[in-house]
C-alpha cells in the first residue's frame, strides 16, 4: 500500500469531513459552534497521517470553508487557520515522538490544544491590531476556553477513543 496516497485520502477526508462538521454541529443552536467541529478532523489528521498533512489540513479547511460557504467570516477563518494549523503540527509531531502511544495520544492532543488556543490568541491579537480595535485578556480567555468547553471535553473523550481503534487496527499512518 503506498502510503502518501493512503495519507493524501485520509487528509482529502480529514478535508472533507472539517468542511461538513459544522453543518451538523449548527443543528444543536445551544452549543454547536462550541462542539469546535473543525477542530476534529484536523487534530484527527496530525495523528494519522502525521504533522505535514496535519498543519495543510488545518491552515486550508477554515479558509476553504470560508471562501465557499461564508462561514467563518474571513476575519474569523485567518486566526483559526494558524490555530488549527498549530493542531495539526502539534498532535503530528509529539504523537510520533512520544513512543507510549496511550500517554503519546493524551499528551498530543492536550499540548496540541493549549498550543493552537495561544497561537490562535496571538493572531487575534495581530488581526485586530491591524483593525485598530483591542483583543483584550477577557476576550482571550472567552474565545479559547470559555466558549470551547464542550469542544474540550469532546475533543478529550472521543479522539483518543478514535486514534486508539485505528491504531489497533494498523490504519494510522503517522511515521
Known sequence: MNKIIVKLTYSALCLALGLA??????????????????????????????????MAVGFVTPLLRSVIFGMPPMMAAIPMAFELLTYGLIAGILYQLI?????????????AMIGGRIVWGAAQLVITG????????????????????????????????????????NLVFND
Do not use: D
Open 99 to 111: 513512543s507510549n502511544k496511550v500517554l503519546g495520544t493524551y499528551l498530543s492532543l492536550i499540548s
Open 21 to 54: 462538521l459544522p453543518f451538523l454541529t449548527g443543528q444543536i443552536p445551544e452549543i454547536g459552534s462550541m462542539l469546535c467541529p473543525m477542530h476534529f478532523p484536523v487534530i484527527l489528521c496530525g495523528f494519522l497521517c502525521g504533522f505535514p498533512w496535519g
Open 130 to 169: 491591524l483593525n485598530g480595535t483591542s483583543f483584550p485578556f477577557s476576550a482571550f480567555i472567552a474565545g479559547a476556553v470559555l466558549n470551547a468547553i464542550p469542544g474540550i471535553i469532546a475533543q478529550i473523550v472521543l479522539i483518543p477513543l478514535i486514534v486508539f481503534a485505528l491504531e489497533r487496527a
